[in-house]
Nanobody, 124 residues
Framework: QVQLVESGGGLVQAGDSLRLSCAASELLVSSYAMGWFRQGPGKEREFVAV????????TYVDSVKGRFTISRDNDKNTVYLQMNSLKPEDTAVYYC?????????????????WGQGTQVTVSS
């Protein structure tokens, strides 16, 4: 059974950093486009970042460009989201997801597998 397990969330202050991890089992992250999404209170789930299947291309939502970095460690079968200069508006549940398609998918409907999410709360 495929599992994606996120970790690394927490409560931080504005300007702090966090690194989220997404550990995969029964799925090779190197064979999937791996994405991060988030869902804030009362909001729809939104795309944050994605790394392509070959790891050559990354794409970010405009609001996190220059602050967040997505990466993948194929040996550990884990995907990361380094989040710097966090802002209160980054507060959300962050989800890891896997899409078995090429390119850099940004729609939730492109993703087949999802983790349970990890809470990130940024205080001002």
């Amino acid at each position: 059974q495929v599992q994606l397990v996120e970790s690394g969330g927490g409560l931080v202050q504005a300007g702090d950093s966090l690194r989220l991890s997404c550990a995969a089992s029964e799925l090779l992250v190197s064979s999937y486009a791996m994405g991060w999404f988030r869902q804030g209170p009362g909001k729809e789930r939104e795309f944050v970042a994605v790394v392509s299947r070959r790891g050559q291309i990354t794409t970010y939502v405009d609001s996190v460009k220059g602050r967040f970095t997505i990466s993948r460690d194929n040996d550990k079968n884990t995907v990361y989201l380094q989040m710097n200069s966090l802002k209160p508006e980054d507060t959300a549940v962050y989800y890891c997801a896997a899409a078995f398609i090429g390119g850099v998918p940004t729609s939730t409907s492109d993703y087949r597998y999802w983790g349970q999410g990890t809470q990130v709360t940024v205080s001002s």
